[in-house]
């Protein structure tokens, strides 16, 4: 069976995050594989909104009251980046997700549209793994992180621009990517 068709079966036949009739297409949450499981049947005008943040309605997006607690953890990804972008706390702090799916809603390519890059201008992502350019005194943690250590897995904090997070000798920091490249 084709997504489109599981989708429509799924959704039953309106948009999932607005319940639309009218002008449905699949939509993959990214970052996705393209499979069910990480894709939405939307309509024309969710899908608009989603790819031009700036023309989002929140009046459009009143939906998202009931599409947040929907049992598809993409439905509830893309309702979080929607709200998110939206500047909605109020309505985030409501949303239930597991750990898997919260690191997902969080994931590059969420709705705030922030593009980390390394000093070489390589587009970093959360997940990647960093090497430390120059010796970086750590305040408050009283050590230095080396030039040439390896920070693995690292994560981009949406509240401090310019920064990556990652773990040096066991303590998470924060650090500016203008000292860093991808490994």
């Known amino acids: 069976m084709s997504v489109e068709k599981e989708l429509t079966k799924r959704s039953g036949g309106v948009c999932e995050l607005c319940k639309s009739p009218e002008d449905l297409s699949v939509f993959e949450v990214a970052p996705s594989d393209g499979s069910v499981e990480q894709s939405i049947y939307i309509c024309k005008t969710c899908k608009s909104q989603i790819e031009d943040p700036s023309s989002m309605d929140e009046a459009h997006f009143n939906c998202l009251n009931d599409a947040m607690w929907s049992e598809v953890p993409a439905v509830v990804v893309m309702s979080y980046r929607i709200l998110k972008a939206l500047g909605r706390e109020d309505l ?92």
């Open 92 to 183: 985030l702090d409501m949303i239930y997700m597991d750990d898997a799916t919260k690191s997902w809603a969080d994931a590059a390519g969420s709705s705030n549209g922030v593009v980390v890059k390394d000093a070489n201008g390589v587009e970093l992502k959360a997940g990647d793994s960093v090497v430390i350019l120059k010796d970086l005194e750590v305040k408050g943690a009283g050590f230095t992180a080396k030039r040439g250590t390896t920070v693995k897995n690292i994560s981009i904090p949406q509240d401090v621009e310019g920064h990556i997070e990652g773990r040096v000798n066991g303590t998470k920091i924060y650090l500016k990517t203008e000292f860093l490249k991808k490994a």
